[in-house]
């Protein structure tokens, strides 16, 4: 983990970038039941049209906005993501070519292709789409448990303690799903090694 965080430092820009475009297009998310609960009370129920029209523009403003934001936001964390990849990459290539001729003799052309073309791309999809998908997460948690808490205690109460059963059961099923990535990236380079001895 400190190797990576060593690779994404040198991009902290574009992730800063994301980041906070990312709380914004969350901001503007929370917006949308605020202006459909005017919508319902004003317009519906008091049947008052004088503040229909600006309430409709707001959605689409607010639309426009977490389309613009997001499509940046995601083109940020993509970038970090391939940059950081791209060096990794290099690294290892670079690495790789001052090994000792016994360490080619102890390993297949297809587990080293496997590591060098691979390994990174899933290191690419962690530090890219996974990264902002967890910061998301959270913003949201932080946000949601808040005007949950201000709205209702009692029931925010329920929802919070289920979260550690939640969290156990994900640990759980990481940890599975861990062992499996591990095999398929096994049966990758075994792979790759046929093709190429083909």
């Known amino acids: 983990m400190k190797?990576?965080?060593?690779?994404?430092?040198?991009?902290?820009?574009?992730?800063?970038?994301?980041?906070?475009?990312?709380?914004?297009?969350?901001?503007?998310?929370?917006q949308n039941?605020?202006?459909?609960?005017?919508?319902i009370d004003e317009v519906v129920i008091a049947r008052d049209l004088t503040v229909f029209r600006s309430l409709i523009t707001g959605i689409l403003l607010i639309t426009l906005g977490r389309a613009i934001f997001g499509y940046i936001r995601e083109l940020m964390f993509d970038l970090g993501g391939f940059n950081v990849t791209r060096d990794m990459r290099q690294d290892l290539f670079?690495?790789?070519?001052?090994?000792?001729?016994?360490?080619?003799?102890?390993?297949?052309?297809?587990?080293?292709?496997?590591?060098?073309?691979?390994?990174?791309?899933?290191?690419?999809?962690?530090?890219?789409?996974?990264?902002?998908?967890?910061?998301?997460m959270c913003i949201y948690f932080t946000v949601a448990t808040i005007m949950m808490i201000s709205i209702s205690l009692k029931l925010s109460l329920f929802v919070i303690a289920v979260m550690p059963i939640i969290g156990f059961l994900a640990k759980r099923l990481e940890s599975t799903i861990g062992k499996v990535f591990g095999e398929i990236s096994e049966q990758n380079a075994k792979l790759n090694t046929v093709a190429q001895e083909n």
Do not use: C
């Open 3 to 30: 190797r990576l965080l060593k690779y994404a430092k040198k991009y902290w820009y574009m992730y800063t970038i994301g980041t906070v475009l990312l709380a914004l297009s969350i901001a503007l998310d929370f």
């Open 33 to 39: 039941p605020v202006i459909m609960g005017r919508i």
């Open 94 to 136: 670079d690495h790789i070519q001052k090994l000792s001729e016994n360490f080619f003799v102890k390993r297949t052309t297809g587990e080293l292709m496997s590591r060098v073309k691979e390994d990174p791309e899933k290191i690419w999809y962690g530090v890219s789409f996974g990264l902002m998908l967890v910061v998301e």
